[in-house]
């Protein structure tokens, strides 16, 4: 669920959304969850100043404590 959340979200903001690739690696109660995508997207997902990045973090921090886990965003570039 989570997982498909940011797929989502970051299919939306990029120029190139065939290149958004996310994967989760669970623990017991820790989920994270790696976003990777287009070298000229980066900015558009990170926003200015991170806000964007802050944004997709703050609503996967919600949605997860709906599942009753936390889950970490992490960027790869």
């Not at 996310?22 to 820790?30: A, P």
């Not at 000229?40 to 997860?64: C, H, N, P």
């Not at 709906?66 to 960027?75: D, F, G, P, S, T």
Request: charge should be positive.
């Amino acid at each position: 669920m989570l997982k498909e959340l940011i797929e989502y979200i970051a299919k939306a903001l990029v120029d190139n959304p065939d290149q958004v690739k996310v994967s989760e690696i669970e623990g017991e109660k820790t989920s994270v969850i790696e976003l990777s995508v287009a070298k000229d997207d980066l900015g558009k997902v990170i926003g200015k100043q991170g806000r964007t990045a802050r944004a997709m973090r703050t609503i996967l921090s919600a949605s997860s404590t709906k599942v009753k886990k936390r889950a970490v965003l992490e960027i790869i570039e």
